[in-house]
C-alpha cells in the first residue's frame, strides 16, 4: 500500500515575509538595480509564480520592500514610541541616537537604499519612518529646547545622511585604493 503524503500548509503571510526578507538582502547587497522578482523568488526559495501572486510587479516588490526596512528601521529606533504621539520632551535622545546609530551600523547598506528612496520620493511623508523622524524632530523644533527657525526636513536629511552614511565612509577608509573602486 501507498503511503499517503500529508500535504504542507500554506502559510501566506510567512510566505511574504520570507521573499521580503530575501529582497531585503539584495536590495542591500546590488541596490534596486539588481532587485528583481525573480532573483527574490530563488533567493527566498519560492518560484517565481508565488512570488509575483504576493508581488505583481517588480515595481510594487520595491516599493513594499523599501516599506519594510522603514517599518524595521521605525520598531528598531523608536521601539514602543512608535505608534502614536509621544511627548519628545520625554523620549530618551541619547537611547533613540544609539538605536539609529546601531541599526545603521548594522544596515549600512539597506540604510543607505531607503534614503535615497525616500529622498527621491515625490512624497517621502508616506514613508512611516521618516514621517514618524520629521514628526519628532518638528515637535521638538516648538520646545524651549530648540534653537527658533530650525528646518527640520534639512536637519532631518543632515541627521539621517551623516548616520547612514558613516558607516559606509568608514568601512571605505579601511580598503585599499582598488577595494574602494
Given amino acids: 500500500m501507498a503511503e499517503v503524503r500529508k500535504r504542507k500548509r500554506r502559510n501566506p503571510e510567512a510566505t511574504r515575509g520570507e521573499i521580503l526578507e530575501a529582497a531585503r538582502g539584495i536590495l542591500a547587497a546590488d541596490g534596486?538595480?539588481?532587485?528583481?522578482?525573480?532573483?527574490?523568488?530563488?533567493?527566498?526559495?519560492?518560484?517565481?509564480?508565488?512570488?509575483?501572486?504576493?508581488?505583481?510587479?517588480?515595481?510594487?516588490?520595491?516599493?513594499?520592500?523599501?516599506a519594510s526596512v522603514s517599518e524595521i528601521l521605525?520598531?528598531?529606533?523608536?521601539?514602543?514610541?512608535?505608534?502614536?504621539?509621544?511627548?519628545?520632551?520625554?523620549?530618551?535622545?541619547?537611547?533613540?541616537?544609539?538605536?539609529?546609530?546601531?541599526?545603521?551600523?548594522?544596515?549600512?547598506?539597506?540604510?543607505?537604499v531607503w534614503l535615497l528612496q525616500v529622498l527621491a520620493s515625490p512624497a517621502p511623508a508616506?514613508?512611516?519612518?521618516?514621517?514618524?523622524?520629521?514628526?519628532?524632530?518638528?515637535?521638538?523644533?516648538?520646545?524651549?529646547?530648540?534653537?527658533?527657525g530650525i528646518d527640520v526636513e534639512v536637519?532631518?536629511?543632515?541627521v539621517l545622511a551623516g548616520t547612514f552614511l558613516w558607516p559606509v565612509w568608514a568601512h571605505a577608509a579601511s580598503l585599499g585604493p582598488s577595494e574602494r573602486k
Fill in 74 to 112: 521605525l520598531a528598531s529606533v523608536y521601539g514602543e514610541a512608535a505608534v502614536g504621539d509621544v511627548d519628545v520632551e520625554r523620549i530618551d535622545q541619547v537611547a533613540l541616537t544609539e538605536g539609529l546609530a546601531s541599526f545603521a551600523i548594522e544596515n549600512p547598506d539597506l540604510c543607505r
Fill in 32 to 66: 534596486i538595480e539588481g532587485l528583481s522578482v525573480c532573483a527574490v523568488a530563488h533567493a527566498a526559495g519560492v518560484n517565481r509564480g508565488t512570488a509575483y501572486m504576493h508581488f505583481e510587479s517588480r515595481e510594487k516588490l520595491i516599493a513594499q520592500t523599501i
Fill in 126 to 148: 508616506e514613508d512611516p519612518f521618516w514621517r514618524k523622524y520629521v514628526g519628532s524632530l518638528a515637535q521638538f523644533s516648538a520646545t524651549k529646547l530648540a534653537q527658533p
Fill in 155 to 158: 536637519l532631518s536629511v543632515l
